[in-house]
């Protein structure tokens, strides 16, 4: 089993633009959750999807956006990029909306 | 609001000593308390959990009570190892109907265990 795995693991991105972040879920989950973490910081819960629908959010802007697909798969986008979006993003997964979420290694944005 | 506070660090200890990691929530409802440890650049993996008032989690020589009186979760090991090191996370859960609640976490407290 992969666990949780997330793309890409870094990448650069210059003030203005769009990023896509992109989580697999584990094997049998079903339920996606993302969370920024900022240099130094706990994460901050951004949202959750389940059954393709958000279902819960956090205290972020619109310029965060996400997407579940039919396969559980999940995608995090970030419009118009602040140097203040510069964080670790984490996905995590669990089967349903109550049992243990399991989380992936992360993907570090860098806006310059 | 729903809130972690945990001890700030740096804390830095020698191998086999004690740990205490404090911790203590604010939260409407009941809330489930974890334990969540990052090694250098991995994601967060889960150290323990506690559902429930009086309950003790507890994994790998770590141990918390969930105390309600004092609305804590402080986190403790008897013998610290140099493999230890990492930052440690508390977060809470709040349960809607059955359903588990996004996470809300403390700031971190970075551990390191020198030989």
């Known amino acids: 089993d992969a666990g949780v795995t997330q793309s890409p693991t870094h990448l650069i991105k210059t003030r203005g633009q769009q990023v896509t972040l992109r989580c697999s879920p584990k094997s049998g989950h079903d339920t996606v959750s993302w969370y920024q973490q900022a240099l130094g910081q706990g994460p901050q819960f951004i949202f959750q999807?389940?059954?393709?629908?958000?279902?819960q959010r956090g205290n972020f802007p619109d310029r965060f956006s996400g997407h579940q697909f039919p396969n559980y798969s999940s995608e995090l986008n970030v419009n118009a990029l602040l140097l203040g979006d510069s964080a670790l993003y984490l996905c995590?997964?669990?089967?349903?909306?109550?049992?243990?979420?399991?989380f992936g290694q992360g993907t570090r944005l860098t806006v310059v | 609001g729903n809130s972690v506070t945990q001890m700030e660090g740096p804390v830095t200890l020698s191998e086999e000593a004690f740990l205490t990691i404090n911790c203590t929530y604010t939260a409407t409802g009941y809330p489930s308390l974890f334990w969540y440890v990052q090694y250098p650049g991995e994601g967060l993996q889960l150290l323990l959990k506690a559902t429930k008032a009086d309950d003790k989690g507890s994994n790998k020589g770590f141990e918390a009570t969930y105390r309600k009186e004092t609305t804590s979760f402080h986190l403790e090991k008897g013998s610290v190892q140099v493999s230890d090191s990492a930052v440690y996370f508390c977060?809470?859960?709040?349960?809607?109907?059955?359903?588990?609640?996004?996470?809300?976490f403390g700031k971190g407290t970075k551990l390191s265990v020198k030989p």
């Open positions: 995590a997964s669990s089967m349903g909306r109550g049992t243990e979420a399991f």
């Open positions: 999807y389940y059954e393709e629908e958000e279902r």
């Open positions: 977060a809470l859960t709040l349960n809607y109907g059955g359903s588990q609640g996004n996470l809300i």
